[in-house]
């Protein structure tokens, strides 16, 4: 649980910085980098499929040429450009293959809370470059929230309530969102409607979905940040003497001051 705490406070904080660097002028983001682990975990299957396709394929090519040159004597000259050349069609065809394919909408919500986050940023990165670039911004900064929120919900049970809220925000509102940007013609998102343009609504929508991506984060993390605060102060008293003792009492800690007197009492009786 600590462990999970770190690695989610470590996210959040990555996301923070990624929103002051780009609101400083900012670092542009490499073409085709992944917004979150889940999306690159994704492309990094993927990637390894088509290697293991490749050796697969080359390898038989090889094998199969070996076999007729032992069977027939040798393949000749013919043959040994015929091994060349499909080895060089094996390999042109099984490095585009299989393809990533970007999930629908539909399937967001589906699978383990893993596989939600990853296919959420996978379908994030395609819808990326429709984009104005304060939204962008934001899908970058989405990336990484989700990341931190997949962590949190590996400890959570399928029934949880929780749960239910997240497949909600992650499955539905954001990529409605952005659904409901895309279908306004290009020429019109930039032109004032009520008072703000389909851009700027756009922008302050993903803004607020992605400041409740980060409060949900947070809930969910109290629990751990709160049994580590509780561990942290009995390895004081354990090992830090009296004057961590009384710290331990005091009411500014806020920290709850667990119940040692069972662990008292069986040192005692040893």
């Known amino acids: 649980m600590a462990n999970l705490s770190h690695e989610t406070d470590r996210a959040v904080s990555d996301a923070r910085r990624l929103v002051a660097d780009n609101r400083a002028g900012g670092r542009h983001r490499v073409a085709g980098k992944s917004i979150g682990k889940g999306s690159a975990e994704l492309k990094l299957k993927s990637l390894l499929k088509r290697v293991?396709?490749?050796v697969i394929a080359v390898v038989t090519i090889w094998i199969g040429a070996?076999?007729?040159?032992?069977m027939f004597s040798g393949?000749?000259?013919?043959g040994v450009m015929g091994v060349i050349v499909a080895t060089c069609l094996a390999v042109a065809l099984f490095s585009s293959f299989p393809k990533v394919k970007v999930p629908k909408r539909a399937e967001l919500t589906l699978g383990n809370p893993q596989q939600m986050v990853a296919r959420t940023e996978l379908w994030l990165e395609a819808q990326r470059p429709a984009l104005?670039?304060?939204?962008?911004?934001?899908?970058?900064?989405l990336g990484v929230q989700l990341d931190a929120l997949?962590?949190?919900l590996r400890t959570l049970d399928g029934a949880h309530p929780a749960m239910a809220e997240v497949r909600e925000l992650v499955?539905?509102?954001?990529?409605?969102?952005?659904d409901n940007y895309r279908k306004i013609p290009a020429h019109l998102r930039g032109e004032q409607?009520?008072?703000?343009?389909a851009d700027e609504r756009l922008t302050e929508s993903l803004s607020k979905l992605s400041g409740e991506v980060d409060r949900v984060t947070r809930r969910l993390a109290e629990g751990a940040l709160d049994d580590l605060a509780i561990k942290s102060r009995y390895l004081e008293y354990r090992y830090g003497g009296a004057d961590a003792l009384e710290d331990m009492r005091s009411p500014d800690t806020g920290v709850p001051l667990p119940d040692f007197s069972a662990k008292q009492a069986k040192e005692q009786e040893r």
């Open 193 to 197: 409607h009520a008072g703000k343009t």
């Open 66 to 70: 070996g076999i007729a040159g032992a």
């Open 132 to 141: 104005p670039p304060p939204a962008q911004t934001i899908v970058d900064q």
């Open 52 to 54: 293991r396709n490749i």
């Open 75 to 78: 393949i000749g000259f013919w």
């Open 171 to 178: 499955g539905e509102y954001i990529p409605e969102t952005i």
């Open 150 to 152: 997949g962590l949190q």
